[in-house]
């Protein structure tokens, strides 16, 4: 029977090749939401937004060059390669972990193609449980990542075996809202589970919840925000895509595919609703 690992690498082993030609980071090769946050008027810009958030609380850390950097669910290794870039004084030495063989292998092509190998590299690992013998990061980001973990309690567990004293969190991801405690209706209920289903993602918690679990790891909250009124929501794709799911999500249609975009729709009716949020998070372990 597959494992919960299994699902997710099969679900970005199939879909990494269409994140990439029809997502909705295609053209500026992420797979990720974009956020026009306050300042932004360029699509680019709204794509490296959250990675221009990790830039800055990088900056802040005191601590020599080299800085040691930890990608939990790297994807294509997008973020590593422009944080480099925009780091340069620091010397950043990065290490990105995905659990896709496809997204590994595409991650160590950019990588090399942008002549980075000695600075940056892709492992093919569950950043819930990393090979031994690697040197603790003064930080980790994890980018729409955190709700593949098994658990809140594993992820912040390996954040913080895999840091330096002093070191510093940052996690961008969905959590419930309040309002997703209440007394839901069945639709309500249905774009939760849907999501967590089609996304393959059981660690959809309430920011008080991580925030819980962050600090029984040993972490140390240092800034939360609400990214949510700067998403890019019911384009005219995605509408176009609740209607296509509306007139077949009764049908027991088969893959990871599909399974993808009904679960991407189910999030966007969710995040209309207000029972979930997108947040950037940054936690610290004491020095």
Known sequence: MPTHLDDIRLYYDVNTRDF??????????????AVWGP????RAAAFRYVDNLIAAELRALKTTAPLRVFDFGCGLGSS???????????????VGFTISAVQARI??????????SNQLRCLEADFLNLPPGLAPAH????????????????????AATNLAPGGTLMLCDDFLTPRADGALDPAE???????????????????????????????????SLDLTPYLELRRPRDRM???????????????YRWRSLVGGNALQMALLAGLV???????????
């Not at 590593?80 to 925009?86: D, G, K, P, Y």
């Open 139 to 158: 930080a980790v980001f994890a980018i729409e990542s955190f709700v593949h973990s098994t658990s809140a309690h594993a992820f912040f567990e390996a």
């Open 107 to 116: 991650a160590q092509q950019q990588i090399a193609a942008a002549n980075a």
């Open 241 to 255: 895509l609740s209607a296509l799911v509306w007139l077949l999500g009764q049908l027991p249609i088969p893959g």
């Open 39 to 42: 300042g932004i008027v360029q």
């Open 189 to 223: 209920r249905g774009w939760i589970t849907t999501f967590q289903h089609g996304w393959v993602a059981p660690t959809v918690i309430s920011v008080q919840q991580a925030e819980q679990a962050a600090a029984r790891a040993g972490f140390e909250l240092h800034q």
């Open 20 to 33: 990439q030609r029809y997502g909705q980071g295609s053209e500026h090769a992420v797979i990720r939401r």
């Open 277 to 287: 949020e997108h947040r950037f998070i940054t936690w610290r372990l004491p020095p």
């Open 80 to 94: 590593l390669l422009m944080l480099r870039r925009e780091l340069h004084e620091l010397q950043l030495e990065g």
